[in-house]
């Protein structure tokens, strides 16, 4: 009886520290995804500044710059940081933003006038060392949801996740535009 007692011991507590690593793999996973946020508002609070300097300089760009405009608002929403499909949806916005913020900055190669503008050197420096950290923040969210995913849904890790409801979180992937093949004959022209 002593035996069978100490065994179902074991297991509780074995599924018990098993419990507590899956939280804590959720958490670190949730605080990636908040530094990631950080960043992202960083660039949401320096797109206003360059969108500024640009539309003195780009009548014709007003398209691109309305949905800049746009993106950066869907970006800096709030969403449930549980709910995975809200997380994607959430990330895709800013790659979305990261694209047209690319476009933009390509676009200002047009104009020698902005390109030469004190103010707007110094802003895209500043979106420049914004976007290297967003980067490492990426990197840092990537390799605590793939701790956490494989935790999940690895045996026995995944009993344990089911009946915690601890669910897999989404990673930060890039969109399909900056997956496609660059041709350098559209820039060598």
């Keep these: 009886m002593d035996g ?98 690319g476009q933009l900055m390509v676009t200002v190669e047009d104009y020698p006038e902005l390109k030469s503008d004190n103010t707007m050197l110094q802003a895209m420096q500043t979106y420049n060392e914004v976007e290297a950290h967003i980067s490492a923040a990426r990197r840092f969210y990537n390799a605590s949801v793939t701790e956490l995913n494989n935790a999940v849904e690895i045996f026995p890790g995944s009993i344990i996740a089911s009946m915690a409801n601890i669910k897999v979180m989404p990673f930060y992937e890039a969109d399909e535009a900056a997956k496609a093949p660059v041709n350098a004959a559209d820039f060598l022209n």
Excluded: C
């Excluded at 011991?9 to 939280?23: D, F, N, P, Q, T």
């Excluded at 300097?53 to 969403?79: C, G, P, W």
């Design 4 to 101: 069978v007692l100490l065994g179902l011991g074991l297991v509780v507590i074995i599924a018990y520290l098993w419990y507590v690593s899956l939280v804590k793999k959720r958490n670190a996973g949730r605080e990636a995804l908040s530094g990631i946020d950080v960043q992202l508002k960083k660039r949401a609070n320096v797109v206003p500044n360059i969108l500024t300097i640009a539309k003195k300089f780009m009548d014709h760009e007003k398209s691109l710059l309305t949905e800049i405009t746009e993106l950066r608002t869907q970006v800096t929403n709030s969403y449930d940081n549980s709910d995975a499909t809200e997380i994607k949806q959430h990330l895709a916005a800013a790659e979305r933003l990261n694209s047209k913020m």
